[in-house]
């Protein structure tokens, strides 16, 4: 069995992407206002999503990272469809009132539109920002880390923001507002993952000496539907 199958480090890294993904899922409802930005507070979590996908594809490899993130798909479905069938059950007269069940779905609820664009963006993101990373390390001959992490991320958030944000509210938001809202959105996750630069270096250099390994996907099938190595 080869390291990146059986690695507790690996599943600590791919247990922590998944708890990203959920989480953000469940605060995206609150307004947060940073600055003269009012943003969802899933801002402060999502972008680490990113980050350790930067680690998976770097440590492990596209095929791992690729793997990882079709599970973080299919977390981020199961969840929401305990939750939606939750929010079916009748509730418990005298212990459950209609405040209860209004307060319920208004925190936890997912409409279809949203739903949908939240997968697509994510899965269309992710993928970018691995493919990204996988070729620039060739490219590069695994140099200047900074560079594939910062480029990976403003390809990769930059269509997630733009997907999401169209998918979400086209049609609701007028088209100025939109386009502000994708750009604020993508440049606050990206000065994010800019920031956090010195955090992925030091859980890459980790990971590499505990690892012993340092993959480049040469000759890889980038096809993100193939789930075999």
Same mark, same amino acid.
């Given at each position: 069995?080869?390291?990146?199958?059986?690695?507790? %480090?690996?599943?600590?890294?791919?247990? @922590?992407?998944?708890?990203?993904? %959920?989480?953000?899922? &469940?605060?995206?409802?609150?307004?947060?206002?940073?600055?003269?930005?009012? %943003?969802?507070?899933? *801002?402060?979590?999502?972008?680490?999503?990113?980050?350790?996908?930067?680690?998976?594809?770097?440590?492990?490899?596209? $095929? *791992?990272?690729?793997?990882?993130?079709?599970?973080?798909?299919?977390?981020?479905?199961?969840?929401? %469809?305990?939750? @939606?069938?939750?929010?079916?059950?009748?509730?418990?007269?005298?212990?459950?009132?209609?405040?209860?069940?209004? $307060?319920?779905?208004?925190?936890?609820?997912?409409?279809?539109?949203?739903?949908?664009?939240?997968?697509?963006?994510?899965? $269309? /993101?992710?993928? &970018?920002?691995?493919?990204?990373?996988?070729?620039?390390?060739?490219?590069?001959?695994?140099?200047?880390?900074?560079?594939?992490?910062?480029?990976?991320?403003?390809?990769?958030? /930059?269509?997630?923001? =733009?997907?999401?944000?169209?998918?979400?509210?086209?049609?609701? @938001?007028?088209?100025?507002?939109?386009?502000?809202?994708?750009?604020?959105?993508?440049?606050?996750?990206?000065?994010?993952?800019? *920031? =956090?630069?010195?955090?992925?270096?030091?859980?890459?250099?980790?990971?590499?000496?505990?690892?012993?390994?340092?993959?480049?996907?040469? /000759?890889?099938?980038?096809?993100?539907?193939?789930?075999?190595?």
């Amino acid at each position: 069995m080869s390291p990146a199958r059986s690695s507790p %480090l690996l599943l600590v890294v791919s247990a @922590l992407f998944v708890t990203v993904l %959920l989480t953000s899922n &469940l605060i995206a409802v609150k307004l947060v206002a940073f600055g003269p930005l009012t %943003l969802p507070a899933a *801002v402060v979590v999502f972008p680490l999503s990113y980050l350790f996908g930067d680690v998976l594809t770097e440590v492990y490899g596209y $095929a *791992v990272a690729r793997r990882v993130i079709w599970l973080g798909f299919a977390s981020n479905l199961v969840f929401v %469809l305990f939750i @939606l069938a939750a929010g079916a059950l009748p509730g418990a007269p005298g212990a459950w009132s209609p405040n209860d069940q209004a $307060a319920f779905e208004r925190i936890l609820g997912f409409t279809p539109r949203l739903l949908v664009a939240s997968l697509i963006a994510y899965v $269309a /993101g992710e993928f &970018l920002n691995s493919f990204i990373m996988a070729r620039l390390k060739i490219a590069s001959e695994g140099r200047w880390l900074w560079s594939r992490t910062i480029s990976s991320t403003l390809i990769g958030q /930059g269509v997630d923001s =733009a997907i999401f944000i169209t998918i979400a509210f086209a049609g609701v @938001l007028p088209n100025g507002v939109l386009l502000r809202t994708v750009l604020y959105q993508w440049g606050f996750k990206t000065a994010y993952e800019i *920031v =956090a630069t010195p955090v992925t270096y030091a859980v890459v250099s980790f990971l590499k000496r505990r690892e012993r390994q340092d993959p480049f996907d040469i /000759g890889t099938d980038f096809n993100p539907f193939r789930l075999a190595t």
